[in-house]
Structure formats: structure tokens, C-alpha cells
């Protein structure tokens, strides 16, 4: 049984300011106001340490949490609850009624605590969300450059499968610079230059001026956009490597997990041993179903989507690389679930069997093994040529040759 607490205090937090109260077991409260500024804070900490509060309580508002953890934690416990979870318990809406609401379930010991990263992992979790959003914003630029070329019925994407490949960025720039069609065409490799006719047709369309300004800036944006990625990634791949060498090496034998996604799931995820088994993990990221339990009737809905947003996002892009590959076991899961629950929830499914199956990995410290690929690799092939004047007596003879070879032992195997 816990200790019951005397002291705790409520934090409502804002961009600018916060309230805080404090409640005693005896019924005593003190409200106040500091501002979010460092002065403030300080200010803060002081009144914390004067009123001999024991344990602190806030919201897991954006990030305007992390300050005042690491300020706090040092001199009394910290609770840093989840927003969503605290705020069914209430009925407000005053920053007062708030900050009192979130003393009165500290002190009753009803938050349950999220779990905080040490500070220079949350460091290294904010460079892959950071990066993250830079790729959506690359995304997004590259859509604006696909409406420009469609406006101005420039048709490049008929011709390549991707118009940001090395000759689709060679073509617009041949266009930004007014570079003649045949030295544009004579740049091209030959596997574009099979299109040839096509893709006169389309360099002979010609754009506006405002559509080249436009097209312009949409490229040199993506130009920054790519070098500031490269150099994020860069520093992710090297801390993740130096930091976690055999999670990251068991993270990329999992089929469809690369460099990008084993970084992003260390970064989102942290050490696996804080949850007692892989459903626990899945259901910390939000992909298990809802349930919806009444009398003896019991339903389930789609998934709760609680934890990390990108998390869940690169475990989908991984579950989709997976079903591509080579035949796998995660292949054949989806093939088992497709025709029954439908290709979208079958890709959740996968996902969420990924889950399982890295925290398995990540916790014995085991290498990925595909029991099919294994078989794969175990069997034998035998090649054999044959002359094309070759009697029907000497392809016999060299079948049963084949024969006894198949029937010798592998020496891998036993």
C-alpha cells in the first residue's frame, strides 16, 4: 500500500503562465500564479520547496511539461499525467478549478504517471520528430509542385513513375533554365529515353511565367529541405548506432524495418523492459482494439490510437515494406488476414504482430529468424546443363547423378 500524501500540488499549464494549487490532507489550499519564464519558474520552485510539498501533478500539455519536470524532479516526486485520462475525471472550466482538480487527484494518488525519457533521450526523440516534420513539409511541397505541373497540363508524371528521381529533377531544371529539348533528352539515362516520344510531347507543353517562379521556389525548397533531413538522419543513425549498437542491429533483421524506422522506434519507444509483455507495449502505442463491455455483452472498435503518433505511423510504413518483400512469415500472417478482415486492418494486424515480436526480440536479445527464408536457404539446388545434342540415355544418366547428390547429407545441416 503507498504512503498516503499530507502535501501535493495541481499544475494547469499554459503557453505564457500557470496556476498552481496547493492541497493539504487537512483541507488547506493555496493558489497561485507564475509566469512560464525563468524568473518564474525559479519563483516557482521556491514556493514548491516552502509549502513542503511532497508530490507535484501536472498535464502532459505539448512540452510545456519538460521544464518543469526537470526542474521539480529533483527536490519532489513529479507526476506527469496523461491530458486525455485526467480530464474525463473533471467537470471545469476555470484555470483555477483546473489546477485544483489536478491537487486534488495528486493527493488522492489518482493520476497514473506517463513514462518520462531520460533527458538526453528525449533530446534524441525530438531530432527524429523534427525530422519527421520535415519530411512531411517535403511531402507537402512536393503535392504543390505535382498541382503546378497538372495546372499547366505538363503531364511529367505520365512519363516517370517519379518526377523527384534524378531525371525528373534533370528535367524541370532544364526547364527552369531554358535548356533546348534535345540537350534536355541527350542528359537523359536510357531507360527514360525509351519514352522518347512521350516525353517530347510533354517538354513541348509550355508553362506560364508565374508556374516557372512557382516551380522554382517549390525546388529549392525541397533542395533545403533534403539537405536538412540527410544531416538529421545522419545524427539519429550515429546516436542510435552508439547508443543502442544491439537493439538497432536486432531492429533491422525484422523484415521491412530499415535504418529509418529501427531509429524512430528507439526513439519513440525507449527501453521495452518497462512493459511486462509485447501486448502491454502495443497497447502503450495505441494498437489494440477499444473494447466496450455491458452486462455480458462485450464489443470491440477500432484501435485506441493512444501513445505515439509517428510510432504508429512508421510500424504501419514497415508492416507495408514487409508484405512486399521476399516470401516472409509476416507475408503470409497478411495473406491469412486480407481475404477475412480486408487489406487495411490486415496491415494493422501485421503491424501489431511486428510489435510483439520486437519486444520478444529486444527482451531475450535475439536475432530476427524467418522460418521460411530458413527453409530457403537450407534447400539444396542442383544445376544441370545439358548439351543441346544430347542423347536420351546420357540426361538420364546425369538425372540419377543429380539423384544421389540430393540424397547426400547437408553438411550445414546434419
Known amino acids: 500500500m503507498t504512503e498516503q500524501l499530507q502535501i501535493a500540488a495541481g499544475l494547469d499549464l499554459h503557453k505564457s503562465f500557470l496556476i498552481a494549487t496547493i492541497l493539504t490532507l487537512t483541507g488547506e489550499k493555496i493558489v497561485d500564479r507564475f509566469n512560464r519564464t525563468q524568473p518564474g519558474l525559479m519563483a516557482l520552485k521556491n514556493w514548491i520547496v516552502t509549502h513542503n510539498v511532497q508530490t507535484v501533478g501536472c498535464e502532459s500539455t505539448s512540452d510545456y511539461w519538460i521544464q518543469i519536470y526537470d526542474l521539480l524532479s529533483p527536490i519532489c516526486d513529479v507526476i506527469v499525467g496523461n491530458a486525455r485520462d485526467m480530464k474525463a475525471l473533471s467537470h471545469k472550466k476555470t484555470d483555477k478549478i ?71 529533377i534533370l528535367i524541370m531544371r532544364g526547364i527552369l533554365n531554358n535548356i533546348a529539348i534535345d540537350d534536355i533528352v541527350s542528359l537523359l539515362p536510357a531507360s527514360v529515353t525509351k519514352k522518347e516520344e512521350a516525353l517530347r510531347e510533354v ?163 535475439e536475432i530476427y529468424e524467418d522460418t521460411q527464408y530458413k527453409l530457403m536457404k537450407q534447400s539444396k539446388k542442383v544445376y544441370i546443363k545439358i548439351p543441346k545434342k544430347t542423347s536420351i540415355e546420357e540426361v538420364l544418366r546425369l538425372l540419377s547423378e543429380a539423384a544421389v547428390i540430393l540424397k547426400e547429407p547437408d553438411p550445414e545441416t546434419g
Request: overall charge positive; charged content about 25%.
Open 203 to 365: 517538354l513541348e507543353t509550355t508553362l506560364s511565367e508565374g508556374a516557372l517562379e512557382r516551380l522554382a521556389s517549390c525546388l529549392q525548397i525541397i533542395k533545403i529541405l533534403n539537405e536538412e533531413i540527410a544531416s538529421l538522419t545522419k545524427i539519429s543513425t550515429n546516436y542510435a548506432a552508439s547508443n543502442f549498437p544491439r537493439e538497432f542491429e536486432i531492429l533491422k533483421s525484422v523484415p521491412g524495418i530499415g535504418d529509418i524506422v529501427a531509429i524512430t522506434l528507439l526513439a519513440e519507444i525507449g527501453d521495452v523492459r518497462d512493459f511486462s509483455s509485447g501486448d502491454k507495449l502495443s497497447s502503450w502505442l495505441g494498437m489494440v482494439p477499444r473494447v466496450y463491455q455491458s452486462a455480458d455483452k462485450l464489443r470491440t472498435g477500432s484501435i485506441t490510437k493512444r501513445g505515439s503518433k509517428i510510432a504508429r505511423w512508421i510500424l504501419i510504413q514497415a508492416a507495408h515494406a514487409a508484405v512486399k518483400a521476399r516470401d516472409n512469415d509476416l507475408k503470409t500472417f497478411y495473406s491469412s488476414k486480407k481475404d477475412i478482415i480486408g487489406a487495411g486492418k490486415a496491415i494493422v494486424s501485421v503491424a501489431r504482430k511486428m510489435v510483439v515480436i520486437i519486444w520478444h526480440l529486444l527482451t531475450n536479445d
Open 98 to 168: 483546473d489546477s485544483e482538480f489536478i491537487a486534488s487527484i495528486t493527493l488522492k494518488g489518482m493520476i497514473y504517471p506517463s513514462r518520462i525519457f531520460p533527458r538526453e533521450h528525449r533530446e534524441f526523440r525530438s531530432t527524429i520528430r523534427l525530422r519527421h516534420k520535415l519530411v512531411q513539409k517535403r511531402s507537402s511541397i512536393k503535392n504543390e509542385i505535382h498541382h503546378i505541373l497538372d495546372s499547366e497540363l505538363f503531364r511529367l508524371s505520365s512519363v516517370l513513375s517519379d518526377i523527384f528521381g534524378k531525371s525528373g
